[in-house]
């Protein structure tokens, strides 16, 4: 960032419908492989849709003890685990840090809804005595960073952000400006969402918004192509290490991106509609590129929001043809949504670990089922195929119901 | 079941410890682990178990296993 100390991401942690653990996850997305299915994790009797992407194979006793597994909601479980696998990779040693100057900022945009329905069905049947005392601390967003707080004894700033689908890159967005005013040295920072039940997911089907492609799953997750219809609802969380730059030196801890541009900006427009041309995510990118003192020319590789409805993917398009001009058709632009779903309040997170990848490896991974061209979406999605370019500079969107958006910018150190 | 091995089942649920743990000397916040939030919950699932209404102020004596294991015994009796 132009302004302000500077910020490097020292740590990843994620899981994805794909996998647990950012080695799983990108192997997944290089190989271009489906993580999307039919829903086990509930009944879809009733609903239009039954396509989503689940996590299947998470224990949460490998990370919290059996009784904190009962007394908090899965949202939480996902946000610890990732948190801890961030802690690992970033080698950050608490003991060695001034607990003060670590801070948690962990979003969600749903927050712990399987706990609401399943106290709420236990109010009805046997009336409010038989509440449980922990449907409050498990129903709300901000238990998530304060569960990783007093599992990792961080004693700085620590709050939560909801955003619908903005949450995560707004959140590592806000703890970059922790870092770089000042106040904090090293933040966990991302976001988690464990939606996947009957009423979160009846909640998207009323709104006409989940893909009904049920009779191909794997196919349902189509952003950019002509035969998109709808986003797949996944689950899972991401988790970075931030660090001012000084700082990760100093314990020579592994500098795997710097975050050098964010944007926030809102459509004011619609509750759930894009604003008309993308007009406010086309400002959010702008906005980004101002605070990293970059010009269009300077971005590798967009890693779009891209999540695969009609209206988002033609509009994020227009968006990135009016900021980036004649660059639009020359710079790639995938989404991570393709492979593993819609994540929600963990997507930004999730897909800036994949903007690292990217870095990293010289790997871009490409956007899958993409089969028919649509007119209104006519940039180079890296249709299908993972392709080797050598990207030192990665813009990626997030763009939330309420017209919230996010953009991040991350560059190699 | 006799009410003691309901009331051991009980705590090892909800509170996570081993049975071994489980003196009837036992505190539920000193020696088991529980906070105030436990112990709220721990109430309310001997009411469930038990079919039984625990006032607060009764509630709120139960500190130990034989204590609560005492407690139900006299309430479900007879």
């Given at each position: 960032m132009k302004n302000g100390r500077r910020v490097v991401i020292t740590g990843l942690g994620v899981l994805a419908p794909n996998g647990i653990g950012v080695d799983r996850f990108w192997d997944g997305l290089v190989n271009g492989r489906s993580a999307t299915g039919t829903v086990t994790a509930f009944k879809t009797d009733g609903m239009n849709?039954?396509?989503?992407?689940?996590?299947?194979?998470?224990?949460?006793?490998?990370?919290?003890?059996?009784?904190?597994?009962?007394?908090?909601?899965?949202?939480?479980?996902?946000?610890?685990?990732?948190?801890?696998?961030?802690?690992?990779?970033?080698?950050?040693?608490?003991?060695?840090?001034?607990?003060?100057?670590?801070?948690?900022?962990?979003?969600?945009?749903?927050?712990?809804?399987?706990?609401?329905?399943?106290?709420?069905?236990?109010?009805?049947?046997?009336?409010?005595?038989?509440?449980?005392?922990?449907?409050?601390?498990?129903?709300?967003?901000?238990?998530?960073?304060g569960q990783v707080s007093i599992m990792l004894n961080a004693k700085g700033p620590n709050f939560s952000i909801a955003t619908a689908c903005a949450t995560a890159s707004h959140s590592i967005g806000e703890a970059t400006g922790l870092i770089a005013g000042g106040e904090a040295d090293v933040m966990v920072a991302g976001g988690s969402e464990a939606a996947l039940n009957a009423l979160g997911f009846g909640g998207f089907c009323a709104m006409k918004a989940l893909s009904t492609r049920n009779d191909a799953p794997e196919k349902a997750s189509r952003p950019f192509d002509l035969g998109r219809d709808g986003f797949v609802m996944g689950e899972g969380a991401g988790i970075v290490i931030l660090e001012e730059y000084g700082h990760a030196k100093k314990r020579g801890a592994p500098m795997q991106a710097e975050i050098v541009g964010y944007g926030a900006t809102a459509d004011a427009y619609h509750m759930t509609a894009p604003s008309p041309c993308g007009e406010g995510g086309a400002r959010c990118m702008l906005t980004a590129l101002q605070s990293a003192g970059m010009n269009?020319?300077?971005?590798?590789?967009?890693?779009?929001?891209?999540?695969?409805?009609?209206?988002?993917?033609?509009?994020?398009?227009?968006?990135?043809?009016?900021?980036?001009?004649?660059?639009?058709?020359?710079?790639?632009?995938?989404?991570?949504?393709?492979?593993?779903?819609?994540?929600?309040?963990?997507?930004?997170?999730?897909?800036?670990?994949?903007?690292?990848?990217?870095?990293?490896?010289?790997?871009?991974?490409?956007?899958?089922?993409?089969?028919?061209?649509?007119p209104e979406c006519d940039l180079d999605y890296v249709p299908n195929t993972a392709r080797e370019a050598k990207v030192d500079t990665v813009l990626s969107n997030s763009l939330g119901f309420g017209g919230h958006n996010a953009t991040l910018i991350i560059k190699r150190v | 079941m006799a009410v003691e091995d309901k009331v051991r089942d009980i705590i090892v649920k909800l509170l996570g410890v081993n049975p071994e743990e489980i003196t009837s000397d036992a505190k539920f916040q000193e020696d088991l682990g529980a906070d105030s939030l436990d112990a709220a919950q721990l109430a309310m699932e001997f009411e469930q178990e038990f079919n039984i209404d625990i006032p607060e102020e009764d509630a709120n004596q139960l500190t130990t296993v034989s204590q609560a294991v005492e407690y139900l015994t006299k309430r479900t009796a007879g």
């Open positions: 849709s039954t396509v989503d992407a689940e996590i299947k194979d998470f224990d949460p006793t490998q990370w919290l003890s059996v009784k904190d597994v009962r007394r908090t909601d899965r949202f939480v479980h996902l946000a610890v685990a990732a948190a801890m696998m961030a802690v690992q990779n970033a080698g950050l040693d608490m003991n060695a840090e001034d607990p003060n100057r670590v801070g948690v900022l962990i979003g969600s945009g749903i927050g712990g809804i399987q706990t609401i329905c399943v106290e709420h069905a236990r109010m009805i049947e046997q009336g409010p005595r038989r509440i449980s005392p922990f449907l409050i601390p498990m129903l709300i967003i901000n238990m998530a960073s269009p020319e300077d971005i590798g590789y967009i890693n779009a929001h891209g999540t695969s409805t009609p209206l988002n993917d033609k509009l994020e398009t227009e968006a990135i043809k009016a900021v980036f001009g004649e660059r639009a058709y020359t710079v790639p632009v995938s989404s991570t949504k393709s492979m593993v779903g819609h994540l929600l309040g963990a997507a930004g997170a999730v897909e800036i670990i994949a903007g690292v990848k990217t870095i990293q490896t010289g790997v871009i991974h490409p956007t899958i089922n993409y089969e028919t061209p649509d | -």
